[in-house]
């Protein structure tokens, strides 16, 4: 059974640019969350997909999107990238009616120069 | 917004030690989590705890839910190297899956 997969692992943008992080969640989950991760801190919340539409929005500018597939997976998006941009940044999933326990990808390590 | 309030930022401890640690909160929640985090992963649950007073046991690692629901306790025992890592409680603000994180404690285990 395939946990959460994430892709690229590891990716280089310069400012300005647009970047596309994908995610696919654990079999039988049909909610998705991605959070942000800068050194030394925890993990923010960015939103949150369910029945591909963007359900919760943590406090990201609308810079960041999103986007859920039929069949569960999402991608995130970051438009006009800042340095302060670069962060882990991990997709998590859950069944919608959980209760938080969140099941984490490896992370989409993002660097803007 | 909420916040949860971990320290301190760093641990070291000796093979074998027992270690606690604890998440403190202005605010009430009503699920803790405990997840720990190894270099180059995601972050993996460890333990949740759903009712205020709840003691619960994962092998090696006990949390407890305080009874006034504002701090969480983590207690890991006879301490082995692959605990190394960094330790977060967790709670969620709103929609199940909007966790807010604490911190995070770096742990070291010295052989």
């Known amino acids: 059974d395939a946990g959460v997969t994430q892709s690229p692992t590891h990716l280089i943008k310069t400012r300005g640019q647009q970047v596309t992080l994908r995610c696919s969640p654990k079999?039988?989950?049909?909610?998705v969350s991605w959070y942000q991760q800068a050194l030394g801190q925890g993990p923010q919340f960015i939103f949150q997909?369910?029945?591909?539409?963007?359900?919760q929005r943590g406090n990201f500018p609308d810079r960041f999107s999103g986007h859920q597939f039929p069949n569960y997976s999402s991608e995130l998006n970051v438009n006009a990238l800042l340095l302060g941009d670069s962060a882990l940044y991990l997709c998590?999933?859950?069944?919608?009616?959980?209760?938080?326990?969140?099941?984490f990808g490896e992370g989409s390590r993002l660097t803007v120069l | 917004g909420q916040q949860l309030n971990q320290s301190p930022q760093s641990m070291f401890i000796q093979e074998g030690e027992d270690v606690s640690m604890n998440c403190t909160s202005s605010?009430?929640?009503?699920?803790w989590l405990w997840y720990k985090q190894d270099p180059g992963e995601g972050p993996v649950l460890l333990i949740a705890?759903?009712?205020?007073?709840e003691l619960t046991s994962n092998g090696r690692l006990t949390a407890q839910f305080g009874i006034t629901r504002k701090d969480s306790f983590l207690n890991i025992s006879a301490s082995i190297p692959s605990d190394v890592g960094i330790y977060f409680c967790?709670?969620?603000?709103?929609?199940?899956?909007?966790?807010?994180f604490g911190k995070g404690i770096t742990l070291s285990v010295r052989p």
């Open positions: 967790a709670g969620p603000t709103g929609a199940n899956s909007k966790l807010t």
């Open positions: 998590a999933s859950s069944p919608f009616s959980g209760y938080g326990e969140l099941f």
């Open positions: 705890l759903y009712k205020a007073g």
């Open positions: 605010s009430i929640f009503n699920t």
């Open positions: 997909y369910y029945e591909e539409e963007e359900r």
């Open positions: 079999s039988g989950h049909d909610t």
